[in-house]
């Protein structure tokens, strides 16, 4: 019996020994696995601030630039600027939109002159995104302005997006800023606007920022807070139907016109929350600040964070949207945006020129100006590993491509097609061998080379295509 006894406790010891492994290890693999946070924003009133930038969090609380804090989307239409950006996502997944406001304060609009449309663009992954578009919204409403700061959520009562802004208007006399809804299906076209939040008298609101509660966490389902000098949160179980004041954020001491760009994160790993703000600190200097309560119903739990608890990065963070992202959203976020350094590709014999685009047309040129037209980061080729292609800094998303053996700067539509043509293998320079030639990953008996300063893709069988086929990178 105590030689039985005696391997009963060895076994039951080792059983608690694995259990006990198990409990000290899973949680550490489970956080190490787990995908982050994306925030997309825009920086401030310059005219490259007024463009939209990545930042990327492991916890919710610390971020860091992608993209080497460049931006990674513009806008070239309406106002040729952006603020103020919502990221949506399908319920599926199969589609992403980012809105934001057209509007590019000091180059050319003001806040009075703002554009009445929003910049809409669309994507399949979250990572190649399509042209944009402008969506008409305060021309909408009867003397409506300016179109500022969108957001748009899922509605499952109607089967599709509520699109809500805000738009100054004349209404019973009262002009001022009120926020607006209509549903949409597609962000191309939207229902007739209606007042969604009017406060009383002559009180604007400017910013309003929602977000779905999941099914049992309190007695509402959906929060909003406004920026209307009260910064008011409310609760409702409808989107289009009857909200509650749960409070304002005079609680923790803001007041006024020093909130802006209000945005709701739910921590994926515990029962937390997080309010950023886009807040006008005592210095009078705007920065992304979080507020954290592990119950949003109850506004007086709300704390605001001092600066030792976050990190919001290199670049400055204003009004933008936080998406908690997938396994496979987050790894291709992180391979599209990593940072890599804007790069110059210069002639081997005629070594005063350099690789430029302009007017979408590519060639080689001295004294370039501005020098971010011949500026390019060199990515992972479309097609795969092993291979290179060349995006515009300038231009983000624009990369070099052949097309009947001419070359142009062109949007990526994400096609096969588009990816072999601006795929290249950088080998050694087929005139000097440190130096560098790019070969054609679909036409690989043809390397990139210029012709008349122009760039073309051609077979190299002379000593002069070879000089004129090599280039040297350099910054």
Sequence with gaps: MSALRARLTVILLAVCLLFTGQALTTPQRAAAADPGYLMVHFTGDSATGQMLYLAHSTDGLHWNDLNGGAPILNSKIGTKGVRDPALVRSPDGSKYWIIATDLCVRCGSTYTNGSPNFVVWESTDLVTWSKPWLLGAAGLIPGGKNAWAPEAIWNPETNDYVLYWATNATVNGIFKYRIYSARTKDFRTITTPQIWIDPP????????????????????????????????????????????????????????????????????????????????????????????????????????????????????????????????????????????????????NFQDRYV????????????????????????????????????SVNYPGYFLRHSNYDFQLAHNDGSSQFAADATFRKVAGLADSTWSSFQSYNFPDRYIRHYAYQLRLDPITTATARSDATFRVTD
């Design 356 to 391: 430029r685009h302009t007017n979408f047309d590519v060639r080689i040129d001295p004294n370039v100006s501005p020098v971010e037209d011949s500026q390019f980061r060199i990515r992972p080729g479309l097609t795969g590993s092993g291979t290179v292609s060349f995006e």
């Design 201 to 348: 008298g002559s009180t604007p609101v400017v910013d309003t920022q929602m977000t779905e509660v999941p099914a049992g966490t309190g007695p509402y389902r959906y929060l909003r807070v406004s920026g209307d000098g009260q910064n008011n949160v409310e609760g409702s179980n409808s989107i289009l139907g009857t909200w509650t004041n749960l409070g304002n954020l005079s609680s923790i001491g803001l007041t006024g016109n020093v909130v802006e760009g209000p945005v709701w994160m739910k921590f994926r790993d515990r029962n937390e929350w997080a309010l950023y703000i886009d807040y006008n600190n005592p210095q009078g200097v705007r920065e992304y600040r979080p507020i954290l309560t592990t119950n949003p119903f109850s506004v007086s739990s709300y704390r605001l964070q001092d600066a030792a608890s976050y990190d919001m990065g290199g670049t400055p963070k204003r009004h933008g949207a936080i998406m908690t992202l997938t396994a496979a959203e987050e790894s291709r976020v992180l391979a599209r945006w990593p940072n890599t350094p804007a790069q110059r590709l210069q002639s081997y």
